[in-house]
T-cell receptor, first 111, second 117 residues
Framework: QKEVEQDPGPLSVPEGAIVSLNCTYS??????FMWYRQYSRKGPELLMY????GNKEDGRFTAQVDKSSKYISLFIRDSQPSDSATYLC???????????FGAGTRLTVKP | NAGVTQTPKFQVLKTGQSMTLQCAQD?????MSWYRQDPGMGLRLIHY???????DQGEVPNGYNVSRSTTEDFPLRLLSAAPSQTSVYFC????????????????FGEGSRLTVL
């Protein structure tokens, strides 16, 4: 079993839809939870960063962490074609930078 | 600032050949790392370094060597390439260890696509 599980999709939605992306994990030591966005043939870029449990909102993006269920989510409101990318969840323990990534979910937002 | 620069962007090797993937960053980051990205596997950590002269193994280190003689550079060496090393390789850096909020962001290069025949 992988430490971090993420449905690779692909996921296709119409413009304006609400998108929900999810990851589950098995290592209870993870404290830092991140979402990276990766456009085709580019390196990943940090989108959202959350420490421990709770919600964090940034514009159209909301990240949620439920440590009791070992489950994290990323919501995208009013999705745009420019949101079309692969979204990777990532998490790490509190001390080392041993970050574990999910496989990534490929999202396409159709105009 | 150029950020994280990787060279070459593309490379084709024959089984058994050796090569070095170059990585340089101009952000004075302490932490640098190499990942490989394969379909369905996500990013997997190969080696990392927390400062000049200090390196350590990640999740999939076999077949790869690294060194960190300067803060800026972190080359990845493939000693004897195998078809299983066909992948996209990413170099990443950050300010420090994930010791607090805001310190964990990784800055990635654009990747080096390697094919081993």
């Amino acid at each position: 079993q992988k430490e971090v599980e993420q449905d690779p999709g692909p996921l296709s939605v119409p413009e304006g839809a609400i998108v929900s992306l999810n990851c589950t994990y098995s290592n209870s030591a993870f404290q830092y939870f991140m979402w990276y966005r990766q456009y085709s043939r580019k390196g990943p870029e940090l989108l959202m960063y959350t420490y421990s449990s709770g919600n964090k909102e940034d514009g159209r993006f909301t990240a949620q962490v439920d440590k009791s269920s070992k489950y994290i989510s990323l919501f995208i409101r009013d999705s745009q074609p420019s949101d079309s990318a692969t979204y990777l969840c990532a998490m790490s323990p509190s001390v080392r930078h041993d970050m574990r990534f999910g496989a990534g979910t490929r999202l396409t937002v159709k105009p | 600032n150029a950020g994280v620069t990787q060279t070459p962007k593309f490379q084709v090797l024959k089984t058994g050949q050796s090569m070095t993937l170059q990585c340089a960053q101009d952000m004075n980051h302490e932490y640098m790392s190499w990942y490989r990205q394969d379909p369905g596997m996500g990013l997997r950590l190969i080696h990392y370094s927390v400062g000049a002269g200090i390196t350590d193994q990640g999740e999939v280190p076999n077949g790869y060597n690294v060194s960190r003689s300067t803060t800026e550079d972190f080359p990845l060496r493939l000693l004897s390439a195998a078809p299983s090393q066909t992948s996209v390789y990413f170099c990443a850096s950050s300010y420090s260890l994930a010791g607090g909020p805001g310190t964990g962001e990784l800055f990635f290069g654009e990747g080096s696509r390697l094919t081993v025949l």
